[in-house]
């Protein structure tokens, strides 16, 4: 899997040149004339400056699209640290986890923030009968 140029160096790359889907290119155009996003992203990791609240909330197509690529590549430590949290959910539930259904262990691992609104918005609910 490679990682397209805008989500690696998105202020250096022209929207034309990008290789963009059209639906994005919009909010690119707009992000790269930010001035404030800019300096964030001088600032910041990249995984920093894609889960950024003003980033997702400004440009939320483009954010959602870097998301995947964001979890692709985890640095040694983020693998040391889920061994660590494997170890110890296993210790403590050795009889009832059975590890292909350990979904959690990625949020547990990530340091994204989760959008409530939006997932709530997305929740159907439940009508009594």
Same mark, same amino acid.
């Given at each position: 899997m490679t990682v397209p140029d805008w989500i690696i160096a998105p202020f250096d790359i022209e929207t034309g040149n990008a290789n963009i889907e059209f639906s994005l290119q919009k909010e690119h155009v707009e992000m790269s004339a930010h001035l404030e996003a800019k300096l964030l992203f001088k600032h910041k990791s990249l995984s920093e400056f894609w889960s950024n609240v003003n980033i997702t909330n400004k440009y939320p197509k483009l954010s959602a699209a #870097?998301?995947? &690529?964001l979890l692709a590549f985890p640095s040694l430590s983020m693998v040391e #640290? *889920? &061994?660590s949290h494997i170890n #110890?959910? +296993?210790s403590k539930q050795m009889n009832r986890l059975d590890l292909e259904? +350990? *979904?959690?262990l990625r949020l547990k691992l990530t340091n994204f923030q989760s959008n409530i609104n939006a997932l709530a918005a997305a929740h159907q609910t439940h009508l009594s009968h």
């Open positions: #870097a998301q995947p &690529f #640290a *889920g &061994f #110890a959910i +296993l259904m +350990l *979904g959690d």
